[in-house]
């Protein structure tokens, strides 16, 4: 039991580059969640899913695109990448209300 | 929509010293609450929660937090902190489906 994955851990961009983030869990939780995290800011939600085939927008989902094909995954994308998009973003799955975090992406976008 | 207010950016405390980090939300119906802790380099990991019952909860690594529902508050507590204490702290609040973080409290611990 791997609980939640991330691919990849480290990745830099150049801005207008594309990407796709990777989040798994093998727990066979209904929600996942995407965060960015940034000094002082705490996490802000980006997107969620409540099940597999649904999105929706989060408190900061300009920029970020996100899809749930399978259950078990929750993909973030990045159309376009700017300098704005650099941080650290984790993804979350969630069991009996208490998410559950994966280890997290370090995104710089140069 | 929720908020949540963590009051300080950076604790310092020496070894043995007790802590108490101050978190406050702002929301009218029922929560969860909830404290996690992110060691340098690491993913957050919950230290514990908060549904209902018994307003004293106690976590892993002796952390208890209080909820005080008058207050809007859900303090967190630790009679002796440790050197591997030293970590960012942060209160959230659950309310419709979203989780809803604080800007965090990094505690440094000194030997």
């Known amino acids: 039991n791997a609980g939640v994955t991330q691919t990849p851990k480290f990745r830099v961009l150049k801005t207008g580059q594309s990407m796709t983030l990777l989040c798994a869990q093998d727990m066979n939780h209904e929600y996942m969640y995407w965060y960015r995290q940034d000094p002082g800011m705490g996490l802000r939600l980006i997107h969620y899913s409540v099940g597999e085939g649904t999105t929706a927008k989060g408190e900061v989902p300009d920029g970020y695109n996100v899809s749930r094909l399978k259950k078990q995954n929750f993909l973030l994308g990045l159309e376009s990448a700017a300098p704005s998009q650099t941080s650290v973003y984790f993804c979350?799955?969630?069991?009996?209300?208490?998410?559950?975090f994966g280890p997290g992406t370090r995104l710089t976008v140069l | 929509a929720q908020s949540v207010s963590q009051h300080n950016h950076h604790v310092i405390l020496s070894e043995a010293a007790s802590l108490e980090l101050g978190c406050n939300y702002s929301y009218g119906g029922t929560v969860n609450l909830f404290w996690y802790v992110q060691y340098p380099g690491q993913h957050l990991q919950l230290l514990l929660k908060y549904f209902s019952g018994d307003p004293l909860v106690k976590g892993i690594k002796g952390f208890e937090a209080e909820f005080i529902k008058s207050k809007f508050s859900f303090n967190l507590r630790k009679p002796s902190v440790q050197w591997s204490d030293t970590a960012e702290y942060f209160c959230a609040v659950n309310a419709r489906r979203q989780l809803t973080f604080g800007k965090g409290t990094k505690l440094s611990v000194i030997p």
């Open positions: 979350a799955s969630r069991a009996s209300d208490t998410q559950y």
